[in-house]
């Protein structure tokens, strides 16, 4: 879907009712093969219930928008695209490896240990250092 989502990029999807998709809306909705997948609206059905959709960055030949070779059916419809962050995607793919997660939880243990050691390293101040007492004198 570049260039307007970045590969990589997280998706946050916004959940409607397939009948309420337009036409150049991008939808993400499962393939038949199950992988979930984010397209461009380019034909909608609403008797067959069915949406046609194209990747913006898949080409033809003659350089024009290659349609996805199947329709989706309008119950694999996830929802529209509110918002994408770009390259978080991959951030979010290794971290839910086991190599990605042993690196998570080794910079919170990391994280946790530093701020010990400091909380111990840094001297308790005395409580009535930073009290201060406000006398107002009146002059008759």
Request: net charge negative; with cysteine; aromatic share 6%.
């Amino acid at each position: 879907m570049e260039p307007e989502l970045p590969v990589g990029s997280m998706v946050f999807v916004h959940q409607i009712e397939p009948a309420d998709i337009a036409v150049g809306d991008n939808a993400t909705f499962y393939r038949s093969d199950g992988a979930v997948v984010t397209h461009q609206v380019y034909e909608i059905d609403p008797v067959a219930q069915m949406i046609g959709t194209q990747g913006i960055a898949n080409k033809n030949a003659d350089g024009s928008i290659m349609h996805d070779a199947e329709q989706t059916p309008f119950s694999s419809v996830i929802g529209t695209v509110s918002f994408c962050v770009p390259y978080l995607g991959f951030v979010n793919a290794y971290c839910t490896t086991m190599p990605g997660l042993l690196v998570v939880v080794a910079v919170l243990a990391l994280l946790i240990a530093a701020s010990i050691v400091l909380d111990r390293m840094v001297p308790d101040e005395p409580a009535g250092k930073h009290t201060r007492v406000h006398a107002r004198e009146r002059r008759s």
